[in-house]
């Protein structure tokens, strides 16, 4: 059974700190990982996703990759309070969607 | 920026009654999917339709769950017979079709919460 271990927190930072969310998984197979914001009692929303092995920035936020250690991590640089939620890795075995296996979520609560 | 739409946003029913939820991907996506979150707990998948079939589905999504386009643009989860424990906000989610070399990304729709009495 493929499975997605995260921290369940709570992680929290100061604000304007770097924040570090980390993710592994078991499925060797998998090709692609995703990481989702997800406020309380709403949906998620993708941050960014990443599939090849290293570092992808887009703004504030670093996804890094590690095939070899099964391992994906989310950074959140100059963190603001209202990053505070929880956060969602997803992984999926292809590149052609299908299903996603998420995560428990991180919560992140950035501290003003 | 186009978006998933959900209907309704809160759905009460009694134990053994039939419910519809009704999702509207982004018009140019051709895969939707349907997943479900238990307060408090992870978000699961429940199950994938591409070209008007079932393209996967997870042991959660047994006999009482089915899955339907009934037109070009509404996609839609029946429950048969609800249970308490089908208690839980059903998020339904779309993707563009596929690109070589390219994992695509799931957009979530705001989701139903799902009040089973």
């Known amino acids: 059974q493929k499975e997605v271990e995260q921290n369940s927190g709570p992680l929290s930072v100061p604000e304007g700190a770097i924040a570090s969310l980390n993710c592994t998984y078991s499925?060797?197979?998998?090709?692609?990982f995703f990481w989702y914001r997800q406020y309380s009692g709403k949906s998620p929303e993708l941050i960014m996703f990443i599939y090849s092995n290293g570092d992808k920035e887009d703004g504030r936020f670093t996804a890094q990759l590690n095939k070899a250690s099964q391992y994906v991590s989310l950074l959140i640089r100059d963190s603001q309070p209202s990053d505070s939620a929880t956060y969602l890795c997803?992984?999926?075995?292809?590149?052609?969607?299908?299903?996603?296996?998420f995560g428990p979520g991180t919560r992140l609560s950035v501290l003003p | 920026e186009p978006e998933v739409t959900q209907t309704p946003s809160h759905q009460v029913t009694q134990m053994g009654q039939e419910v519809i939820l009704r999702c509207v991907p982004i018009?140019?996506?051709?895969?939707f999917y349907w997943y479900r979150q238990i307060l408090g707990q992870k978000v699961e998948f429940l199950v994938s339709f591409y070209n008007n079939e079932i393209s996967e589905k997870s042991e959660i999504f047994d006999d009482q769950f089915s899955v339907e386009r009934p037109d070009g643009s509404n996609f839609t989860l029946k429950i048969r017979s609800t249970k308490l424990e089908d208690s839980a906000m059903y998020f339904c989610?779309?993707?563009?079709?596929?690109?070589?070399?390219?994992?695509?990304?799931?957009?979530f729709g705001p989701g139903t919460r799902l009040t089973v009495t």
């Open positions: 499925d060797r197979g998998s090709q692609s």
């Open positions: 989610a779309s993707s563009e079709a596929v690109v070589q070399d390219r994992p695509y990304e799931q957009y």
């Open positions: 018009s140019n996506h051709l895969y």
């Open positions: 997803a992984v999926n075995q292809d590149n052609y969607g299908q299903n996603f296996v």
